[in-house]
């Protein structure tokens, strides 16, 4: 079983020892966190439709969604490319975008495309030569574009975009030699996504968002898990269930 929240904060208000909640721990100190028990450093109401694996799995992946997604100012009847839309934080991207009211495309192997319609994205082929494939897809210009998967497209994100500043990286680190922006929340100063948390917990509970994962793995099968998110398809997230011992 999951623990509920076994202590409360003096500060905190608006939550109860036994309430479920779902979030993340201090990532910009602590990295990150596998662990049944933990201290959380944002947080809200699980929903009620949301597993467990989906919710240990959500915290982290909504903030940077919904951070990216602020700092593109996507908005309802604009287009967004997501570039390496089918993987744990992609996933979850255009999903969030999907519900703002935007025309979400999104790459990914042709392995993944059914994956990407389901989540009502209009899925492209991966890799060199995009605009030509986009094109080819739509007619319409792309307002914006994120660039999830780091494999150096920042330049074909650019020319369909227009200008660099309609794009964002969560990837690229030579982002600024094309004059991209590389978000990295709270440890570069910027406005972090937190609130994303309770909208995504409003659109679980009207079932219009879910946590997609490819495996769940035991506690001891963590260097597994690693192995297995680091090999395609990358396809929603890996889940570690602290709580199972096979």
Known sequence: MIPPVLEIGAEVTGYAVGDEVFGAVEVARLGGASAQYAVLDVWTHKPHGMTWAEAGA???GIETAT???????????????????????????VQL?????????GTARPDSHEFL????????DYGRGLPARVRAVTAAPVDRALDVAGAGSLGE???LAGTPDSVVT?????????????SVGRLGGEPDGVHGLTSAT???DQGRFHVPFREIYPAHQAAQAHETAAQPPRRGK??????RTS
Do not use: H, K, Q
Not at 72 to 93: F, H, K, M, Y
Not at 117 to 124: A, I, Q, S, T
Not at 238 to 243: A, E, G, K, R
């Open 170 to 182: 969560l990837a690229d680190f030579g982002a600024s030699a094309y004059g991209v922006r590389l």
């Open 117 to 124: 319609r389901e989540l009502g994205v209009e899925p492209v």
């Open 58 to 60: 959500a915290g982290t």
């Open 202 to 204: 409003a659109l679980a």
């Open 97 to 105: 975008a999907v519900a703002r009211g935007v025309r979400v495309l």
């Open 238 to 243: 890996i889940v570690l269930d602290m709580t």
């Open 67 to 93: 951070r990216a997604l602020d700092l593109l100012d996507v908005r309802e009847n604009t287009t967004l490319l997501v570039d390496g839309a089918a993987g744990g934080v992609g996933s979850i991207v």
């Open 157 to 159: 994100l650019i020319e």
